[in-house]
C-alpha cells in the first residue's frame, strides 16, 4: 500500500495506512504480544500542542478519506477510544451480552457509545455559537439566557470528565479534578480550532496557480457554456480517460481537490479560495464504435467561511430592520458590494477550473461541443 506518508507529520500516518490497507482488501489483527510506546504529555503545553497535531491530522486524512468524516470534519470512529465515555455514566449504563437465551459465552461488558449530544455540547461549533449568542443578546435582551444555558450545557461535559476520572490515590486531589475538568473543556477547542485552520489553509489553491491560464490553440477555445460542457471523441475515450486527465493537470499545477469515494454525487471537489470551491460531475454517452460523448457539470460550492460571513451580517440586518422599520444604505452598500466581490471571485474561479478542463480535453484529443449542437444528433454534428 505504499508505507507511510510523509505529509504526516504529527499524527495520522498510522491511520491514513490502516484505512489504505482495509480499502485495498487487507485485514487488520490483533495480537496480544504486541507492544507499543505511547508518549504520555505532563505538561499543559505539550499536550496543547498534541492537540493541535491531532486536530492538523484529521484535517489531512479528511483529504484522503472524505467518507469517514463527518460535515464538521471530525472523523466517524466505531467502538470506543480514549477512556471513558462522556455521560455514559448519566445516559446509560456498560451491557452486557449474554448470548441468546442467555447462552452465550465468554460474556464481555460492552461500554456504551459515546453521547453524539455529549460531544456537540464540547465542540468548538457549538462554543462558536455560544460566543455568537452573547454577542447577540447586547442587542435582543431575551436571547440573554441561551448562551449561559448552552455555556452550562459544555461545562456539564467537563464536569463528567472530573467526577469519572480515575486518578491515583496519591494525586487524587481537588486541584487535580480540576485540572482535568479544565482539560476536557480546552481539548476540543483546542483540537477543531487547529482542525479548521489546517482545512482552511490546505483546501485553498494558491492564488497563483487560479491567476495562471492554460494554454489553448486559438480555435479550441469556445467562450459560451458556463456550467454544463460537452466533448467528442471517436477514440473510445471516455470519461474515465478524461478524469485520468484532469489528475493529471491538477497535480501538475498544484491544485487542491478530493475525489470521490463512492459515496459522493460528483467526481471531484476542486478547492479555490476562502470562499468557493468547485463540483465536477461526468457522465458519458456510448454511440457505437468508439464515438463518446462525455458531458461535464460544472458546479459552485461555498466554502464554510462565506456561509459564516453572511449569517452574521444577515443576522445583524434582520436586528436593524426590527428596530428601526427600514435599512439604511450605509448597512446596504457594502454588503451588496461583498456580494459582488463573492459572485466575481466565484466566476473567476469557475472560468479557470473551465479552462483546466478544454485542456485536459484537448491533450487526449476530446473536441468541445456547443450546446446548440447537441440538440441535435450528436453524431452528425460532431467535430471531425
Known amino acids: ?9 504529527a499524527a495520522g500516518d498510522d491511520v491514513d495506512f490502516c484505512w489504505r490497507l482495509q480499502q485495498g482488501g487487507g485485514v487488520i489483527a490483533f495480537s496480544p504480544t504486541a507492544i507499543v510506546w505511547h508518549h504520555r504529555r505532563f505538561t499543559l503545553r505539550a499536550f496543547r500542542k498534541q492537540q493541535e497535531g491531532y486536530g492538523e491530522a484529521e484535517s489531512l486524512l479528511r483529504f ?11 472523523a466517524k470512529w466505531r467502538g470506543q477510544i480514549y477512556g471513558t465515555p462522556r455521560f455514559s455514566w448519566f445516559l446509560g449504563r456498560p451491557i452486557i451480552y449474554h448470548g441468546i437465551f442467555a447462552d452465550g459465552f465468554f460474556q464481555s461488558i460492552y461500554p456504551t457509545p459515546q453521547s453524539e449530544v455529549a460531544a456537540y455540547l464540547s465542540s468548538i461549533e457549538w462554543f462558536a455559537l455560544t460566543i455568537f449568542l452573547f454577542g447577540a443578546g447586547v442587542f435582543v435582551p431575551p436571547l440573554r439566557i441561551v448562551p449561559y444555558l448552552m455555556l452550562g450545557g459544555t461545562l456539564c461535559v467537563a464536569l463528567s470528565y472530573m467526577v469519572r476520572a480515575r486518578i491515583e490515590p496519591r494525586f487524587d486531589t481537588i486541584h487535580s479534578r480540576l485540572l482535568v475538568m ?5 481539548q476540543p477547542l483546542v483540537r477543531g480550532w487547529s482542525r479548521y485552520f489546517t482545512w482552511l489553509h490546505f483546501k485553498r489553491t494558491p492564488g497563483s ?6 494554454k489553448l490553440p486559438p480555435g479550441k477555445k469556445i467562450g459560451r457554456s458556463w456550467g454544463r460542457l460537452a466533448y467528442w471523441n471517436e477514440e473510445g475515450k471516455d470519461r474515465h480517460s478524461f478524469l485520468r486527465e484532469i489528475f493529471t493537470l491538477l497535480n501538475q499545477e498544484n491544485w487542491r481537490y478530493s ?6 454525487e460528483w467526481d471531484i471537489q476542486i478547492y479555490g479560495n476562502f470562499w468557493w470551491s468547485i463540483i465536477l460531475r461526468t457522465v458519458t454517452e456510448y454511440h457505437g464504435g468508439g464515438k463518446c460523448l462525455t458531458r461535464v457539470q460544472l458546479r459552485y460550492r461555498y466554502v464554510t467561511t462565506t456561509v459564516i460571513v453572511n449569517l452574521i451580517v444577515l443576522t445583524l440586518f434582520i436586528y436593524h430592520f426590527l428596530k428601526t422599520g427600514h435599512v439604511q444604505l450605509f448597512f446596504a452598500i457594502p454588503y451588496a458590494l461583498f456580494a459582488l466581490f463573492l459572485f466575481l471571485r466565484a466566476r473567476r474561479l469557475k472560468t479557470r477550473v473551465r479552462e483546466l478542463v478544454d485542456f485536459a480535453a484537448y491533450r487526449i484529443n476530446m473536441n468541445r461541443i456547443l450546446r446548440s449542437r447537441l440538440r441535435g444528433n450528436p453524431t452528425a454534428d460532431a467535430p471531425k
Open 64 to 74: 484522503k478519506h472524505l467518507v469517514f468524516f463527518g460535515p464538521t470534519g471530525t
Open 209 to 214: 496557480v487560479i491567476a495562471q491560464h492554460e
Open 259 to 264: 475525489i470521490d469515494t463512492g459515496w459522493q
Open 1 to 9: 500500500v505504499g508505507g507511510f506518508d510523509p505529509e504526516y507529520h
Open 182 to 186: 479544565l482539560l476536557a473543556f480546552a
